[in-house]
């Protein structure tokens, strides 16, 4: 049997939804992407009128099981010329990077530090500290690794660009994309959650993950094939040792390692009817007891889905994955396409994702108990 064709089921689980948390517009034209600060109750969203929006999230201290609530605090007027495509946090928290299509990557800091989760208001600003230029043509994804200290960006131009140093100042290697035909971008850089590897994706319908070889330079070690079209993004398992990849073909694969550098696909995910632009996976609050996370999709149909993702159980005789749709809602963003989606990864907030849109809002979403929906 092969394990990549094994296709999940569609029917969703009648113990969960999504609920509409909050609805934040505020973007003049299309929201692009959304990250959580990984260390603030802080959320960024991107767009093509070259500001980031950022938003602060507290829960009632009298009830701790109610959802947040949600403020915008801040605009950046980035020093962008053209859309900002992609935002990323660095692990402390303290840096926001973005790419742009005019091809140049931004580096952002508060100019006052904050010190804690209460000294979040509107009177912050923050500032560019860094230009990063290098790519030719447009940036579609801007990524630090799991420590902070390298920045990857990739673009049209067909590069993986990899940053290194305290302040990414100083610009680290180029990495080529192949591709059969001219004119492929890269779509998306993801780094593995504890180990320096990096994973692209593109329009040659591949993902190449590189490493770093201490006497050469950055090499690709692995390319995976299986899809039949656009790759658009890419979200490892929270334990590392899985990658998922959407498409354009309308699936989602999921590969699992099964030697250092070597992945096999074993999963494929089957839920939507556009192309699938975006996916997040994150611990979740998992009902199976072999259970690996929640990974959430969304994409050109306008729908989010909530699919847990769980181990074989010992005694089947089955080795690959199973997926169940544990939550789903069609017209998120109305009739529009839905661009990105991302869980929270804050502890205590592992049931929250949220959405970025064409119709240039932002929402914030929670995956509930269908009795409290």
């Keep these: 049997m092969d394990l990549s064709k094994a296709d999940t089921q569609m029917d969703v689980d009648p113990q969960f939804s999504l609920q509409l948390v909050s609805s934040l517009p505020g973007h003049e034209e299309r929201a692009w992407q959304v990250a959580w600060n990984p260390a603030k109750p802080l959320l960024a969203s991107c767009s093509a009128d070259k500001t980031v929006r950022l938003y602060s999230y507290q829960r009632s ?3 701790q099981e109610k959802s947040p609530s949600f403020s915008h605090i801040s605009t950046i007027s980035t020093a962008h010329t053209k859309t900002v495509r992609s935002i990323a946090w660095a692990p402390s928290g303290k840096t926001l990077a973005t790419g742009s299509f005019d091809s140049n990557v931004g580096i952002y800091e508060k100019k006052q530090e904050f010190d804690d989760e ?3 208001d509107e009177s912050e600003e923050w500032e560019c500290v860094a230009v990063l230029e290098g790519h030719e043509t447009e940036c579609k994804s801007v990524a630090y690794s799991a420590t902070g200290t390298l920045l990857a960006s990739c673009s049209r131009d067909k590069t993986v660009w990899i940053w290194e140093g305290e302040s990414l100042y100083v610009l680290c290697y180029p990495l080529p994309h192949i591709y059969v035909l001219p004119h492929q971008d890269v779509k998306c850089v993801a780094w593995h959650p504890t180990e ?3 994973a692209s994706a593109s329009y040659d319908d591949t993902i190449k993950l590189y490493i770093d070889d201490p006497s050469e330079d950055w090499y690709c070690v692995s390319t995976l094939t299986g899809h039949e079209s656009t790759i658009w993004s890419l979200a490892w398992s929270p334990d590392g040792n899985y990658l998922a990849s959407a498409s354009d073909d309308l699936s989602i694969r999921i590969w699992k390692r099964v ?7 074993v999963h494929q995910i089957k839920g939507h009817e556009r192309s699938i632009y975006s996916i997040s996976w994150n611990v979740g609050k998992g009902t199976s007891p072999k259970s690996m996370g929640w990974l959430a999709s969304t994409g050109g149909d306008g729908k989010i889905n909530v699919w847990e993702i769980s181990q074989p159980l010992e005694q089947s005789m089955k080795e690959t994955l199973s997926s169940k749709l544990i939550a789903s809602v069609s017209s998120a963003h109305d009739v529009s396409d839905v661009n990105s989606v991302q ?3 804050r502890p205590g907030f592992e049931d929250l994702l949220a959405t970025a849109g064409d119709d240039g809002s932002v929402k914030v979403w929670r995956v509930m108990p269908a009795s409290s929906s």
């Design 343 to 345: 869980w929270c990864p």
């Design 118 to 120: 209460n000294d979040l």
């Design 196 to 198: 320096e590897i990096l």
């Design 259 to 265: 030697d250092q550098y070597d992945w096999k696909s």
């Design 61 to 63: 201290a009298e009830d």
